[in-house]
């Protein structure tokens, strides 16, 4: 059983930068594909970015591609987003997920964190 833990979320202004980190336990997640998503309130939760098993290979959604990073460093069992240039409309619980399948369907992903906030001011 893999358990993820989601940190680093916060209030920043627009313009502004913050790092997410997910750190997982319970054995290692070096042979998992690994997600970001995000849930706005009132709104569906949608994808963020993906990366796979050894970082060769990382997709991000339109909303967010040049402004995000996503990396892992599997020695620390442990998934990042960098977030550059944060927008208002990027203001969601973000979640870190895991699964075996490279997608960007959330029913793709089999465990998940229990989210971070992030709020960004205008």
């Known amino acids: 059983q893999v358990q993820l833990v989601e940190s680093g979320g916060g209030l920043v202004q627009a313009g502004g930068s913050l790092r997410l980190s997910c750190a997982a336990s319970?054995?290692?997640?070096?042979?998992?594909?690994m997600g970001w998503f995000r849930q706005a309130p009132g709104k569906e939760r949608e994808f963020v970015a993906r990366i796979s098993q050894i970082g060769l290979s990382k997709t991000y959604a339109n909303s967010v591609e040049g402004r995000f990073t996503i990396s892992r460093d599997n020695a620390k069992n442990t998934v990042y987003l960098q977030m550059n240039s944060l927008k208002p409309e990027d203001t969601a619980v973000y979640y870190c997920?895991?699964?075996?399948?490279?997608?960007?369907?959330?029913?793709?992903?089999?465990?998940w964190g229990q989210g971070t906030q992030v709020t960004v001011s205008s």
């Open positions: 997920a895991g699964g075996k399948r490279y997608s960007a369907d959330s029913l793709a992903y089999d465990f």
């Open positions: 319970g054995r290692t997640i070096s042979t998992d594909v």
